[in-house]
C-alpha cells in the first residue's frame, strides 16, 4: 500500500515534471489552478495535502487526468492495466482515509469550540 507521504512525494514530483514540460512557472500554475502560489509552494514541498477540487483544478491546469498526478513516473508506462487499477484504488482509498480524519478533527475541533462557547455563555 502507497504511504501518505510517498503519495505527496509522487504528488509533487508528477506536478514539478508537468510544470517543467509545460514550461510553466509555480505562479502560473497556481493563477490557472485558481490556487494561491503559497498552496502549489506548500504541495510541491510535501507540507499539505489537497482537496479532491484541488487535485482536479491542477490536473486541468496541467493538461493531465487527476489520477496521474498520484501514479509513481516510473511505473506509469510500465504498468499493466489490472495493476494500474489496483494502484488508484489503493490511491483512492488513501485519499478517503485521509479525508475522513481531517472531517473527524474538524468535527472535534467544532465540538471543543462549542462547548468553550457554551461555557462562555454559562458564566
Known sequence: MIESLDLRAILSRNIKNARGTLHITQAQLAECADISLSYVID????????SDK??????RALNREAYELLIPLEQE?????????RVVEQIAALINAEKAALKKNLDESME????????????
Open 54 to 59: 484541488t487535485l482536479r483544478n491542477l490536473a
Open 43 to 50: 504541495i510541491e514541498r510535501c507540507r499539505t495535502w489537497v
Open 112 to 123: 471543543d469550540m462549542l462547548r468553550q462557547i457554551v461555557h462562555l455563555y454559562a458564566e
Open 77 to 85: 508506462s510500465t504498468l499493466a492495466p489490472d495493476k494500474k487499477k
